[in-house]
């Protein structure tokens, strides 16, 4: 069982900075590809950034390639998401995940939400000037 709890959503003008977190607890964290998705009114879940929480490696989606930054802490068991340079269209509500199918980040099922096993409630993002 995995429990998860995000943090730091807020609304931010066009081009602003934000960083979101992911408080993750539970057992062997390491055997699970930790992920954060967001999903927009009226659209679908989508995948943004994945981390083998075991060696690092990561994965982003195209849209947030290079303005978006994962990164976890295996001490405090935390999972950070910077984001900059931050565009209307990255409004939604950002969940954070894990998948203990999914083995590593490259694996093209780590964009589906479907791999994944436990979810957060979510944390509002919105862009607007």
């Known amino acids: 069982q995995v429990r998860l709890v995000e943090s730091g959503g807020a609304l931010v003008q066009p081009g602003g900075s934000l960083t979101l977190s992911c408080a993750a607890s539970?057992?062997?964290?390491?055997?699970?590809?930790m992920g954060w998705f967001r999903q927009a009114p009226g659209k679908e879940r989508e995948f943004v950034a994945a981390i083998n929480w075991d060696e690092g490696s990561w994965r982003y989606a195209p849209s947030v390639r290079g303005r978006f930054t994962l990164s976890r802490d295996i001490v405090s068991n935390t999972m950070a998401l910077q984001m900059r340079s931050l565009r209307p269209e990255d409004t939604g509500a950002y969940y954070c995940s894990a998948s203990h199918r999914v083995g590593a980040v490259h694996e093209e099922r780590v964009f589906s939400p479907a791999s994944y096993d436990y979810w957060g409630h979510g944390t509002q993002v919105t862009i607007s000037s």
């Open positions: 539970g057992r062997e964290l390491d055997l699970y590809v």
